[in-house]
């Protein structure tokens, strides 16, 4: 890289690491280290190609994505997952804390997935990215796409019976809208 | 709720509480790539093969050329622009910065002698990257990140702080609090709330005679009703509050905000110059402004560039034409000595070291102020529209709509 790349490496990574880090955390199932490792092998690999790389945001997130969908990282060795305390319930109502203990059951199941199931989960609740994109991004079909979000959620009710309680009418994936802002380039 | 909504509003939630990525990382990343060059040409060492081993062991990619452009995606130029739009329609962003929301403000008579000037918000809907109306609250503020925002709702002061999620539109969690709010700020990390404490409504105005011209005329409250903050820990939902007492230089709405490390409080007093700010610790006591944000001015949102080595000041010069030409000054934080201008009239955010956004005018010095979002670059002239031009109403002097940005 010459001094105009590095310049422009640096900056993407002040302006967008925080975003892609929230991101990357999630992948590891809220590991904020993992999260860290995952991003940053991201960057070196982003780092290695900046010169051709057109949309440098993109080509992280999917190294991400790869990365933690890859079959090598099945064989990686499981770490421990800290999971914060339920915040106390002060003076809030009951729903407010039945819905945040329910939050802390999530995310302790959220962490017991396989990296595959969770990155599934991510991108299509938390990128809220429609199927055919995901399937683009993972190089799979939509089927597949479709058929591994639907087996990570019953495995993430048959890891916590809690969630039972919730409505099993709805379980099918709501359909995500597309919703790519405009861009314009002076 | 089903289960899907759940892991939605769970993966938000953990997201929403990380912490921004530790400074230095692109060093670091940098730093690890030549050692891996080193590493190619000698054995690896064994301590540090776990993370050479990874990088490697990653699935070769192509260069990136036709992928998919996922919601928040940025091109190397980071600019989101809608100059046809005002007011904004379309997410409108530039670098770090991104327009969260923006509101207009109108007055409200309650009775035949008073009323408050009460404002409507519209707010970045995340999904969809559009502003959506939201009427329900009387303030707001974003998180950065834009995940989350909290909310007062129309009364105030307010006993209760929302924290509502943008996805959704949906308040999260009511925080209820015993001393009553009328402002809101989120520290720079999104882990802390400062919520500003009043006795009344800050926004409240009453009818008076204007003893000069013998005609009726609405006017704020002149002594500030404030009577301290409340630092909120959003996750938690726990408020510990203190009393500040007001000075002669605190008038009416006073809000306070973090300074750029979030040890400090600052909030606007009235004074000998334009723009002055009074700083305070945590507890709410008084205290000299820190090294390098003793040069800043409340009424210049954009404060500190991301290193921190840069001050965004005032509105320095400006050139008649068609049309008119502003420039604003950067000065050294620490010294207050102007290192160059820039231009825009009023700079409003820092896209990154060298970019800000700001508004520029588009009219000539003699004719109507009108003014557009634009971004600026440090040394150059080039200006790139963001938004249309705001409209303003030269009778009431009031503008169509005020922007609100936050770190993306």
Known sequence: ???????????????????????????????????????????????GKWQRIDE??????????????????????????????????????????????????MRQ??????????????????????????????GCSVGTVRSTTHRSLARLRSLAPELAALDPARTEPRPSRDFSPMEVRP | MNVEELVRETLREQAAAQGPAAPGLADRVLAVRRRRRVRRLASVA?????????????????????????????????????????????????????????YTESFVA???????????????????????????WSHVAVAPGLRTAAVLERSLPARRIGLLDLATGE????????????????????????????????????????????????VGVHASPRTGFLLVDPAAGTATWSRVTNGPGVLGRADFAFTRDDRLLFARIVGSKDGMEQFY???????????????????VGARLSPNGRLAALGLAREVDGSPGRSYSSIRDP??????????????????????????????????????????????????????????FDDDRETVEWEPVFVRR
Not at chain 1, 15 to 44: I, K, P
Not at chain 2, 66 to 94: E, F, L, N, S, Y
Request: include cysteine.
């Open chain 1, 1 to 47: 890289m010459d001094a105009a790349e590095l310049d422009g490496f640096r900056e993407f990574v002040e302006n967008r690491s925080s975003a892609l880090l929230r991101t990357a955390v999630l992948l590891c199932g809220g590991d904020r280290h993992a999260g860290e490792d995952l991003l940053q092998n991201a960057l070196v690999r982003a780092a």
């Open chain 1, 56 to 105: 440098p945001e993109a080509y992280v997130r999917r190294i991400l994505y790869r990365q933690q969908v890859g079959r090598w990282r099945l064989k990686w060795p499981r770490r421990e997952v800290s999971v914060a305390e339920p915040p106390e319930a002060g003076t809030a109502g009951a729903d407010t804390v039945a819905a945040a203990e329910l939050r802390v059951v």
């Open chain 1, 109 to 138: 199941v959220l962490s017991r997935l396989t990296a595959r199931q969770r990155t599934m989960l991510v991108l299509r609740y938390f990128e809220d990215l429609p199927e055919s994109e995901v399937a683009r991004l993972l």
């Open chain 2, 46 to 102: 064994a301590a540090t093969a776990a993370v050479v081993a990874v990088v490697v062991a990653v699935p070769m990619l192509d260069t990136g050329k036709g992928d998919v452009h996922p919601v928040g995606t940025v091109g190397r130029d980071g600019i989101h622009a809608h100059p046809d739009q005002t007011p904004p329609k379309d997410m409108i962003a530039a670098g770090r910065s991104a327009l969260a929301a923006y």
């Open chain 2, 110 to 136: 309650r009775t035949k002698d008073e009323g408050t000037s009460e404002r409507t918000y519209r707010l970045l809907d995340t999904r969809t990257g559009t502003y959506r109306k939201d009427g329900r």
């Open chain 2, 171 to 218: 308040v999260e969690r009511w925080i209820p609090v015993d001393h009553g709010v009328g402002g809101l700020a989120f520290s720079g990390d999104g882990r802390r709330l400062v919520a500003t404490t009043y006795a009344e409504n800050p926004d409240a105005q009453f009818k008076k005679r204007n003893p000069l011209t013998g005609k009726d005329g609405w």
């Open chain 2, 281 to 299: 610790d945590l507890a709410g006591k008084p205290v000299t402004a820190p090294a390098d944000e003793r040069h800043l001015r409340w009424d």
């Open chain 2, 334 to 391: 620490r010294t207050g000595k102007e290192i160059t201008k820039v231009r825009g009239a009023q700079l409003l955010a820092w896209a990154d070291d060298k970019r800000l956004i700001a508004w520029e005018r588009v009219s000539g010095l003699e004719e109507p102020y009108r003014a557009r979002l634009v971004l600026v670059t440090l040394s150059s002239e080039k200006v790139v529209p963001l938004s249309g031009t705001r409209m």
